[in-house]
């Protein structure tokens, strides 16, 4: 279990800067949502975190641990897209054991583990299935259940549910702030969707061009959002 940190953070493509001095804290065990329109850095924000972009300036802090120049592998981070990437080749199951198997988990564990997950991800009758043989939404709880196994400190989800139909998006989304809940551990969770985010986060961060323009509890940023972006962005009445 950790916090993170993302303390003056600033990253660059060449001239262009997409984070610009992002600061960001967010307490152990928090579901903080990050909103933004589509290019304002979310992502790169994730990815930054992930270790799978180096940061131009400033410090992320996973704990009480720098780690700017930590391998991804050794960030304790599990990261869900919204493409799913199952191996198609494969079960169920061993898409879900298989960055176990990498690590060198002994079976008996993996075992225990890719079926608890499963249990809680209600897709313990779909082990022996190949993802050619699963709806999509089965298949984002099998990606899902392949980040749990690993028991990861941090979760970062990078709009899971953009290839979900409507329906199917609000009761995943409900299923997630439980496994947020029964977890314990930090989630990290990236959407576009306003609504999505005004009933998910504990705490919102509202993202603009790089620049972060508001982090607030739902009520607050409704209430008393900080400029008229964030207003009009969040649909409250001022
Ligand atoms: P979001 O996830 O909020 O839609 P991104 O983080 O994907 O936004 O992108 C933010 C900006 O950074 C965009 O303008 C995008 O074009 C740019 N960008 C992202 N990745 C790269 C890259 N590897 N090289 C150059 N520009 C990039
Ligand atoms: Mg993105």
Known sequence: ???????????????VSVLKDLNIDIPDQEFLVLVGPSGCGKSTALRCLAGLEEITDGNIYIGDRVVNDVPPKDRDIAMVFQ?????????VYDNMAFGLKL???PKAEIDKRVKEAAELLSIGHLLDRKPKALSGGQRQRVAL????????AVFLMDEPLSNLDAKLRVQTRGEISKLHQRLKTTFIYVTHDQVEAMT?????????????????????????????FVAGFIGSPS
């Open 1 to 15: 279990m950790a916090g993170i940190k993302f303390d003056h953070v600033w990253k660059r493509f060449g001239e």
């Open 200 to 228: 998910m986060g504990s705490r919102i961060a509202v993202m603009k061009d790089g620049i972060l323009q508001q982090l607030d509890t739902p009520q607050t940023l409704y209430d008393h959002p900080a400029n008229m």
């Open 103 to 105: 690590r060198k988990t």
């Open 145 to 152: 259940g392949r980040a749990i196994v690993r028991n990861p």
């Open 83 to 91: 493409s799913y990437a199952l191996y198609p080749h494969m079960s």
